[in-house]
Nanobody, 122 residues
């Protein structure tokens, strides 16, 4: 069983930066792939970035070049550095994990954090 806890959300002006963290419990966190998702009001939850066991990463076009995902398997954390934030980045951000692979589809993930709100003002 893996428990995930996100932190680091908040209110920021357009062009600013935030760093989200996803802290995981469990001794085998290195066996899990972690995806970052976000959900804006009235919209479906969408994949935005993810990191494999190896540390290789994947990003959707809307965040590529602005967001960076990294992991520390010793500290059992995955981080999402978000730069050049835009108002359209406003959403609740979630980290999620599974031990099978990196997917864009939310149901493919077994474990979810509680979410953290990111609000970008114009």
């Amino acid at each position: 069983q893996v428990q995930l806890i996100e932190s680091g959300g908040g209110l920021v002006q357009a062009g600013g930066s935030l760093r989200l963290s996803c802290a995981a419990s469990g001794p085998t966190f290195s066996n899990y792939v972690v995806g970052w998702f976000r959900q804006a009001p009235g919209k479906e939850r969408e994949f935005i970035a993810g990191i494999m066991w190896s540390g290789s990463t994947d990003y959707v076009p809307s965040v590529k070049g602005r967001f960076t995902v990294s992991r520390d398997n010793v500290k059992n954390t995955v981080s999402l550095q978000m730069n050049s934030l835009k108002p359209e980045d406003t959403a609740v951000y979630y980290c999620a994990a599974n031990d099978r692979g990196l997917y864009y589809d939310p149901p493919k993930y077994d474990y979810w954090g509680q979410g953290t709100q990111v609000t970008v003002s114009s």
